[in-house]
């Protein structure tokens, strides 16, 4: 047979084959739209390659013939794009932010108190934006309660558990040190979050710049300065499962995030345990009103993934649908180091998260500097205002970032190839937008 018909018939072969086992894949995914589209694709490449066989010579030679060619350019040009390179930038220097300021802070003081007086006394920015939102009902308020009152009863009580931990977040340190090298220290600990449950586990130094200079929530003293001399940050990732956050902004998102929440705090209060029983020092950090220290950064800085334009951590292995544990230790680490995974490039070409933003508090634009990182900044106030309203997390950023899809085969070979082409970025932008549509649909709730 003609050389060239075979060749043409390979290119085919394999695209059709690649477009079934996406229609595969969106069928187990329940992904309707990106179904029905990747299987007319297929279709059309089916026929396509039977009409090329009605074409009688020499036409039919030239047809599969282009059709060879046409893989062999595009990979060219797909190697000969540019390398997305671009890493999180620290333009300036960091100063430590007092977590009287963050957000969640603010909104557990209570009104009528001096404290709160105080406080807004002090710092009048906030003053008329905060009165605002203190309008709405708080995320577990009655009126919530009411739209579900199983799921948010359910939520409720994960993150009542988590307020109980906090007694167990430091402790004594034994005398007597295990005397190990750094490097065996690493495995060990990464060995034993996995077996606990994060497959994804990084080690950072503890900058202080990252470190809250005084304490805002949580059993510390309100406004005491926060000492933290450890040298090192475990961080690690749990995944947050695709079909409750599919479900976004409704209430099984809230009952997800506490989940994670509970198995972040469940390891960090044991790993740190641990640690403190080799003889150094550790403490874990739990969500809800316990942390020390600003999660997203000390993560980039471990290895876990970059900051994207919709304001979190986008993880190597779960995009941003994760929840971070940390704990911090004296305990002899080697620290691994940031990543460049072609996020900040790909954020720059899609605007999927800022799109969909129910409070529209994702920024379309470029990135500005912030606190000597020069980033996506998020509009926190209109963000939380909507999660007054929704009374969940929302997480609808979440849901619809091209990099929340599972970690198969086919989404994984997708995330290699835009990692290392600044087309394949491109083209799987608009491939997203194609398949699963501008703004996906939000899905029904598992429970």
Known sequence: MNVWIVAGETVFVLLILFFVCFSFVS???????????????????????????????????????????FPTVFSLWLIISTTPKKCIEIVGDQNKIDERDVIFARFDLQEGTQVLKEYYDNHPEFGSIDRQIRQLPDLFASSHNKKDPILFSLAASEFEFLEHQLTQVDGETKTEQKTLTEKENVRLIKQVIKYLGSELCGIGTLSQSYVYSHAGRGPDVYGKEIHLDHRFAIVFALEMDLAMVAAAPRAPVIVETGKQYVEAAK?????????????????????????QTMLPPLAWEAGLGELGRLGTLITTKYGPRARLGLVTTSLPLVPDRPKILGIQDFCEKCQKCALNCPAQAIPFGKKEEENGVLKWVLNREECYRYWRKAGTDCAVCM?????????????????????????????????????????????????
Not at 39 to 63: A, M, R
Not at 267 to 291: D, E, K, L, Q, T
């Open 267 to 291: 390891i960090s209060i044991i790993v740190a345990n641990f640690i403190r029983r080799m003889g150094y020092s550790a403490r874990a950090h739990v969500a809800g009103s316990n942390y």
């Open 399 to 447: 849901y619809v970032c091209p990099y929340s899809k599972p970690a198969n085969l086919f989404h994984n070979f997708v995330r290699t190839i835009t990692a290392k082409s600044s087309l394949a970025q491109s083209i799987s932008v608009w491939g997203d937008d194609f398949f699963y549509g501008q703004k996906p649909l939000r899905k029904k709730s598992p429970l």
């Open 27 to 69: 069928l187990v995914e329940k992904e309707k739209k990106a179904f029905v589209r990747s299987t007319i694709f297929w279709g059309l490449l089916l026929s396509l390659n039977i009409l090329f066989f009605l074409f009688s010579f020499p036409l039919k030679t030239y047809l599969f013939a282009g059709m060879a060619v």
